[in-house]
Structure formats: C-alpha cells, structure tokens
C-alpha cells in the first residue's frame, strides 16, 4: 500500500549528481555486542524477512552473523500480509522477533507510535561509520520519520508501476493507457494474455497515480479522491479482466507473484511491478528476453513509492545487537551484492555511484520511474489506522477486480468505511 513518501522528480537526481540514468537511491553506543542473557533460548536470534527476498547476498550475512556472536538464527520467510499478522500476534503477547524486514515506509512509523518498535537515531547518531541519514536518498528516510522520530532503516528503495514485457511477443511496449490496451488486445491468443494483473491491491496503485488520484487525506478524512478519476482508473481495471478480457481474473492469494509466474510461463505477454521481480523472472526463465519500460501515461505519468526497511522492535532482548546486524544488511557493498544477484534497486547514495549500478539498463528504467512517484499521505501511518483501512481497502478492491462487483458503488462504500475508521 502507499507509504506516504513524498515524490522524486527529475531535479532531484540532478542535484546528486546522478541525472536520470541511474538512481542516486533507542540506545547508547553501537559496537557489537553479545547477548547479556545466558539462558538457552537467548542464544537464538530471530529474523522476520519478506519470502521474497531471501537473497543469497542476505544469508550469507547472517549466517556470518550468527557465527560471530555464537548465535542460532532463525531466519523466518513470509508473505507480506502473513508477517504482518504474526507481528501483530506477536506485540501482543510480548515474544518478538529480534530484526523486522518492514513492509513499507509507513510501517515502522504506525508500529512505532504504538510502542511496538523503537525509534532508531540515537543508534545512527552513535553509529557514524554506517552513514545514517547522510548516505541514504532523503525520500526514503523522511518516509520513515514522524515529529523528528526515526523508525526504520532503508533497506530497498524501489518504484511500483514498472512495465514489463516479453520482447518476443512485444516489438514496442507502450507508453500510455490506450497504447496498453492496444498491445495486450493483439497479444491475447490461443493460451497467452496480454497482460496479468495483480491480486495484491497495492498494485492498483500506480493505475490511480496515473489519473491523478490521492489514496487518502486524513486531514479531511477522504479517500481515493478525486471519485470521477479514482472511478476511471479502476473502471479501466475492471475492464482489462471482464470487458477486454486480456487479463485473467487474478486469485485472490497472499502471494503477490502471481502476474510474475504467468509472464515466466509465458502465459502473459507485459504485467506492471517492480524490481523485485527482476530476478525471478531472470533465474526461472533465463530464456524469456525481458523488457523493462517506464511507468505509464494515463493523465500523468506516474508510479507508486515501494521499498521495504528494517525495524527493531521495541521488546528485542538486545537492540544493539540488533542495530549491529541492520548495519551489516544495509552496507553498502551487501546492497551492491544483492542488486548483482536480485536486479534490486538500494537507497544509498554511494551504491548509486557505483559503476555496475550506472552501467546496467535496467536501473536507468528504475531511476526514471523513481522519478514520477506519487506524492502520498504521511499522516496515514501517523494515524494508527494505517493497517484497518489497507484491509478495508484489499477487500474492496477484491471486490471490484476478482468478484466484478460495481466500481461505483464499491468505491463508494470504501470511502465510508474508511472515513469512519479515522
């Protein structure tokens, strides 16, 4: 879902020094430190990831990490909504996870108002070597402050509304929405889509970007407005699957690869993503001569801010331990590592000057969709409500894209629900 980050715009890069062709990007001391706790169970570290990142470039980190300090680590693989529900479940009853892959900027900052995670820049300031915030892209941090309060780390730095094509099926990917619509008509045959889209309703948001449509305003406590364009775009989505029909009807799943896993079928000629399918679809489909297009033109080209962080929660039984592992995961020669294997886009600067990351094709593609993202909401994860109205949301949209129900009428009833949750 949006995570409240202010956009990039082509000045922005500039002023890196990076142009548009590659992308920029509560303790005392932090030297490492051992568990203080000799029971049995403290010589187990535990780590929440994102199932889809379980990079070789991160395991390799932590099983170092574990030898260093003697510790068996337990490093647990989820679907997004999954780890959300087993944090909750764990802030709950008290036994937390050591280190938290964050599922967006506006997470750390919800859980961090409620006391469940720790605000961090007394770690970064004592930590000087790690480069906190000075090496990181700025929207990437500000995401991840409130009232001067920092709560997660960045770990990705990524923009939602990338085109991907298969060359073989696409001579020329499109630039707008009718362009779109023409190209998955005339690639929609015998087995194959056009396009796939995503049961994951936080990839109706670079749609509704691009028709120039704000998720939410709590101030006024309104939600995808304006209505006659949030109704165009997701009208317009609606249709792809039960007018045109050159989408299938998505599943409604916890898994988000499902567009991934029919384009690498080849069951699906473009889909819209991010990078972090770059290096599925390199490693299950080698064959597949991918093609990677910036974001669409509805009425404005745009995208949607993505990334994930890390977040200590405020309950670990030794936070310096585990701001020291935050450091190794996030240096920069591990973010360098994991974009070789991944194709992943990091937000520190010096990883974007780098010269592998200037030299490959592919994060130019990123850079110039960082460059559009839609300016969103702070105040929504700021507002504790964050996580109600995202479900209120995935129902709705469920709603709407796999069950074919009304758009108006659906949109409408979110809206008020919504409304009513702030």
Same mark, same amino acid.
């Given at each position: 879902?949006?995570?409240?980050? !202010? ?16 992308? $920029? =990007? ?79 900027? +506006?997470? /750390?900052?919800?859980? +961090? ?12 300031? =004592? ?33 939602? +509304? ?12 499109? =630039? ?17 889509? /056009? ?8 990839? @109706? ?52 690869? /499902? ?31 991918? +093609? ?5 033109? $509805? ?7 993505? $990334? ?5 929660? @405020? ?31 990091? !937000? ?6 780098? !010269? ?62 919504? /409304?009513?949750?702030?």
């Amino acid at each position: 879902m949006p995570s409240g980050t !202010p956009a990039y715009n082509r000045r922005s890069f500039l002023r890196l020094g990076l142009g548009v062709t590659v992308l $920029g =990007a509560v303790g005392a001391g932090c030297a490492p430190a051992k568990p203080a706790s000799k029971k049995a169970d403290s010589r187990t570290f535990t780590v929440y990831w994102n199932a889809g990142h379980g990079y070789q470039a991160y395991k390799e980190v932590i099983d170092q990490f574990g030898k260093d300090h003697d510790l068996q680590m337990n490093w647990q693989k989820f679907q997004w909504p999954d780890l959300t529900t087993k944090l909750t479940a764990d802030f709950r009853s008290g036994n937390v996870p050591d280190l938290v892959e964050e599922v967006s900027a +506006g997470t /750390g900052t919800q859980y +961090g108002l409620a006391g469940n995670v720790l605000a961090l820049d007394d770690f970064a300031a =004592a930590d000087k070597e790690f480069g906190f915030p000075g090496d990181f892209l700025d929207q990437a941090v500000v995401a991840r402050q409130y009232e001067g309060k920092t709560y997660s780390i960045p770990l990705h730095l990524t923009a939602n +509304g990338l085109l991907f094509y298969n060359k073989a099926m696409v001579e020329t990917p499109p =630039a707008t929405w009718d362009e779109f619509l023409e190209v998955a008509k005339s690639t929609t045959k015998d087995k194959v889509s /056009g396009c796939a889209l995503n049961s994951d309703a936080s990839y @109706a948001a670079p749609y509704y970007n691009q028709q120039k449509v704000d998720f939410s305003d709590v101030a006024a406590k309104q939600f995808l407005q304006p209505a006659d364009a949030a109704l165009q775009a997701m009208q317009w989505m609606q249709d792809l699957v039960y007018t045109h029909k050159v989408s299938p009807a998505p599943v409604a799943t916890t898994d988000y690869s /499902g567009p991934q896993k029919l384009f690498s079928a080849k069951r699906a000629a473009m889909f819209v993503s991010g990078p972090w399918d770059i290096g599925p679809i390199r490693q299950g489909s080698p064959d597949i001569e991918l +093609g990677l297009a910036v974001p669409l033109t $509805g009425a404005v080209q745009s995208a949607a801010m993505a $990334g994930s962080g890390l977040m200590i929660p @405020a309950k670990a039984r030794d936070p310096k331990l585990s701001w020291e592992l935050i450091t190794k995961l996030a240096a920069v020669k591990v973010e360098l590592a994991a974009t070789k294997e991944a194709g992943m886009s990091m !937000p520190r600067k010096s990883w974007a000057a780098d !010269p592998s990351v200037a030299a490959d094709p592919n994060l130019a593609v990123i850079a110039k969709a960082l460059a559009v993202v839609a300016k969103q909401d702070v105040a929504l994860s700021a507002s504790g409500k964050a996580a109600q109205i995202n479900d209120l949301w995935k129902k709705a949209y469920q709603q709407m894209i796999i069950q074919h129900a009304p758009v108006g009428p659906t949109l409408d009833d979110f809206r008020k629900q919504a /409304g009513a949750a702030l």
